[in-house]
């Protein structure tokens, strides 16, 4: 059995108030501190991220002389702009990835206090 399995056993094992796993889980200031700082990326790289993609589509359709403008040989604002949108992506992906790391690590303290029978 693998470790997180392990300690969601042990955890069930020793339950004296009769909560489930989920909540005594649900109910730790670890798990809570890690969803804040989960949302506290997510909910912003997303926004940035939809609207970002959005802004191409509404700018041709808004703009079309501006966007048809030939800035770069014969690629225009709204090409650079369309391939812009890979680079953003990767670097959200990128920055994402270093923080999963960070998120990791909280998960891990949580999954060892839980294997210790902690609250």
């Not at 702009?81 to 680079?87: H, I, R, V, Y």
């Amino acid at each position: 059995m693998s470790e997180a399995g392990q300690a969601v056993q042990s955890a069930k094992a020793s339950d004296p108030a009769g909560m489930s796993q989920w909540d005594r889980v649900a109910a730790m200031p670890e798990f809570k501190q890690l969803l804040k700082d989960k949302a506290a990326f997510i909910v912003p790289a997303t926004i940035f991220f939809v609207v970002y993609y959005f802004l191409l589509p509404i700018s041709v359709g808004y703009f079309p002389k501006f966007m048809d403008k030939r800035v770069l040989g014969p690629l225009s604002i709204a090409y650079l702009f369309a391939l812009s949108q890979f680079f953003v992506a990767w670097t959200i992906a990128a920055l994402y990835v270093r923080k999963a790391a960070r998120f990791d690590e909280q998960s891990a303290a949580l999954l060892k206090k839980l294997e210790k029978g902690g609250r």
